[in-house]
């Protein structure tokens, strides 16, 4: 692996580490549209970071209102949730 290769890896693992956080999660995810959410968690997912992923995809669905949309799933579960 060269120098930029490793120098890539360490950036995109500080950035995983930074963004582990489930208040920035919750607070910036819903204002993410799922494209500009998909790079992110793509990036997370191939570092093995799945629970750091996994906490931008709740937060990001919390607020997925629109049927059509790729987390519509996770806004309709915890709207059921909410009602429960």
């Known amino acids: 692996m060269n120098e930029s290769e490793e120098a890539i890896i360490a950036a995109a693992e500080a950035l995983a580490e930074r963004w582990h956080d489930l208040h920035l999660s919750n607070d910036v995810g819903p204002k993410?549209?799922?494209?500009e959410l998909e790079p992110l968690?793509?990036?997370?997912?191939?570092?093995?970071?799945?629970?750091v992923a996994e906490s931008w995809i709740q937060g990001h669905g919390?607020?997925?209102?629109?049927e059509y949309d790729d987390h519509h799933d996770i806004y309709l579960s915890l709207a059921e949730e909410d009602r429960a």
């Open 32 to 35: 993410f549209t799922c494209g």
């Open 41 to 51: 968690i793509d990036l997370l997912m191939a570092l093995g970071r799945d629970d």
């Open 62 to 66: 919390a607020a997925d209102d629109d």
